[in-house]
């Protein structure tokens, strides 16, 4: 499978968020915390058919591309922040959803497992200069969301150099894992 790009564009967040989901329902009440038991902070994969994605701007529009590969990408050096998390839907379609709104996106994915790489920069810029996109200034950190199959395993932090990431990874260290009854990332 070659690669596509399943979305290419601007993405407007709230509360420096927004999700993939596959999960009919979406995230329910008693789902333990996205980040639970994870190193990083930046992509949440501990509810199953989710995962919770943070940005350093809080409120405003961000650039985000959404990729699919039928391997393993190569890691591209202009991204400061770089994370891994293992992924399995838990159905064929896929939404990119940003915080209270309709998806933004929706891609299909065979229930299978993937890793997902999810790459940022600017993120600290972004936190210090956020009136400027609130004014209607151009969106200043930019995201990457790579999926490609691969068999599960644990979260990695590859590259990390914000501020604003080290905040995040440092409070997913501190969560206690899921529940030990969850299925497995």
């Known amino acids: 499978m070659a690669m596509r790009t399943v979305y290419s564009g601007e993405l407007h967040v709230h509360y420096g968020q927004f999700y993939v989901e596959s999960r009919p329902d979406g995230m329910g009440e008693g789902d333990a915390d996205p980040l639970a038991g994870q190193r990083n902070g930046l992509c949440g994969a501990a509810v199953p058919g989710y995962l919770f994605l943070t940005t350093g701007l809080h409120t405003g529009r961000v650039y985000l591309t959404v990729e699919v590969h039928g391997v393993e990408p190569p890691q591209a050096d202009e991204w400061e922040e770089v994370v891994e998390v293992s992924f399995r839907p838990a159905a064929a379609e896929v939404e990119v959803r940003p915080w209270g709104d309709a998806p933004l996106c929706v891609f299909e994915l065979p229930e299978a497992d993937y890793r997902v790489r999810y790459c ?8 210090d200069e956020e009136i400027s996109v609130l004014e209607g ?4 950190d930019h995201y990457l969301l790579q999926f490609w199959p691969a068999p599960p395993d644990a979260d990695r932090v590859i590259r990390q150099t914000s501020r604003s990431a080290e905040y995040w990874h440092q409070r997913a260290r501190s969560l206690p894992p899921p529940p030990a009854s969850r299925e497995a990332r």
């Not at 940022?120 to 936190?127: M, S, T």
């Not at 200034?137 to 200043?140: D, S």
């Open 137 to 140: 200034g151009e969106p200043i």
């Open 120 to 127: 940022g920069r600017d993120l600290d810029r972004a936190q």
